[in-house]
């Protein structure tokens, strides 16, 4: 079975997503998907112009050989335009390889581990007032996990908090360009216990509760907060530090028995092997589409789970379905999988373009057994929303000294 094409797609169904479609001689096709934020046509000119020429020909079988083509022999390795393009082909030939099975990709990595997937949902907000309100709402709705994110007092915005805009489009206008934020340490570690703190106190302590720094800590700073907030038992507190120096992570474990995740913008296992080995995180979160696709992922969940750690996807809307269900797929079959990010299952738009295998019931996502991923996409469709170019914020402290988004 042979590569016969490799197309690639860049649509906009409310985000911008490139989606890759590989076709075989004998008529199966897989999807992938390819999507960086904010540098989406990147990731089309590796693949258009270096990958596609390379497999055309190739067997669709040898996965884990093709794998290793693309990243050794490139000689350049890691980096999240060179892993999202591996990443998409990755899938599409697990999907291709379920389907010629008449197997749901999940049963070729193992069977389940279980029958249902874990997810924790979003609760932002305004004041505290809002986001514990959202987070009843999402109490009744039938989730068992869930994180806050609040705006900051006499901040003009917070990290997860939109206001009234409803995307990064709308806050970039008619000319696109980084929108910038504003920020302050000392509001947000004086701020940020007093919501988790309110969040117990009308809720009680069976919701598990997660919260995002988005790395903007330094790791003392980052220690302080997981002290503060260890009265409040979180789940976990994500990105507190940023991780190029892993070290970073030991001193906040010294001082916090908070429980630790990071990895949402990890490429590969080197972004988290200190942190494993170390035992100095408790969830690793790298998703499908920037780490490589299904093979590396489930090879690091297997080396994870030597160190108590366990795997929480990245589960951001700039992920397109076809990331969503590979997630489910793993999620639903390694032993230490913890908990999966989940923002919806999408409508509109993005419904119009991708059909997917998965649904929401009391808080855990079902994963219906389709052939491969169970993903279908509509070409036609994709074409009607054209890709519109963004950016991702920047942030900046009040001195206009330029800080982590």
């Known amino acids: 079975m042979r590569i016969s094409d490799i197309k690639i797609f860049v649509s906009c169904p409310g985000r911008n997503f490139v989606t890759v479609k590989i076709e075989t001689n004998n008529g199966f096709y897989g999807l992938g998907d390819a999507t960086v934020n904010g540098r989406e046509l990147a990731v089309v000119a590796y693949l258009e112009e270096h990958v596609k020429h390379c497999l055309l020909g190739k067997d669709a079988h040898q996965i884990e050989d093709i794998w290793q083509y693309l990243y050794k022999g490139a000689y350049w390795r890691r980096g999240p335009i060179t892993m999202a393009a591996i990443a998409a082909i990755d899938m599409a030939l697990w999907d291709i390889k379920g389907k010629v099975a008449g197997l749901p990709v999940y049963q070729l990595l193992g069977g389940k581990s279980r029958h249902k997937i874990k997810t924790y949902a979003h609760a932002n907000g305004e004041t505290i007032e809002e986001t514990l309100d959202n987070l009843g709402q999402l ?51 004086n701020f940020i216990p007093t919501l988790f703190k309110k969040a117990r106190e009308q809720y009680g302590m069976d919701i598990e509760l997660v919260h995002d720094v988005h790395s903007r800590l330094t790791p003392i700073e980052a220690a302080k907060l997981g002290k503060d907030l260890e009265p409040y038992n979180l789940l976990f507190l994500e990105d507190s530090v940023t991780a190029e120096n892993q070290q970073g992570y030991q001193q906040v474990r010294q001082h916090t028995t908070t429980p ?35 093979t590396p992922m489930k090879k690091m969940a297997e080396f994870a789970a030597i160190y108590h750690v366990r795997t929480a996807p990245h589960g951001a809307p700039d992920l397109s379905p076809i990331c969503h269900a590979a997630h489910a797929h793993l999620n639903i079959t390694v032993n230490n999988f913890g908990i999966q990010e989940f923002i919806g299952l999408g409508g509109g738009k993005l419904k119009e373009v991708f059909e997917h295998p998965l649904s929401l019931e009391d808080g855990h996502i079902i994963l219906a057994d389709k052939p491969g991923l169970g993903v279908d996409f509509d070409e036609e469709a994709a074409q009607k929303y054209k890709y519109k170019r963004s950016y991702l914020p920047v942030t900046r402290l009040d001195d206009g000294t330029l800080w982590n988004w």
């Open 139 to 189: 109490i009744e709705q039938g989730f068992k996990a869930v994180r806050l994110q609040c705006a900051i007092p006499k901040l003009k915005s917070t990290y997860g908090i939109l206001g009234d805009k409803k995307d990064y489009y709308e806050l970039q206008s008619s000319r696109p360009l980084p929108p910038e934020q504003p920020w302050d340490t000392t509001k947000y570690l």
């Open 260 to 294: 630790l995740a990071v990895g949402e913008i990890f490429n590969t296992i080197w972004d988290a092997k200190e942190l494993i080995e170390n035992q100095w995180i408790d969830y690793i979160r790298m998703a499908a589409t920037h780490g490589g696709g299904i």
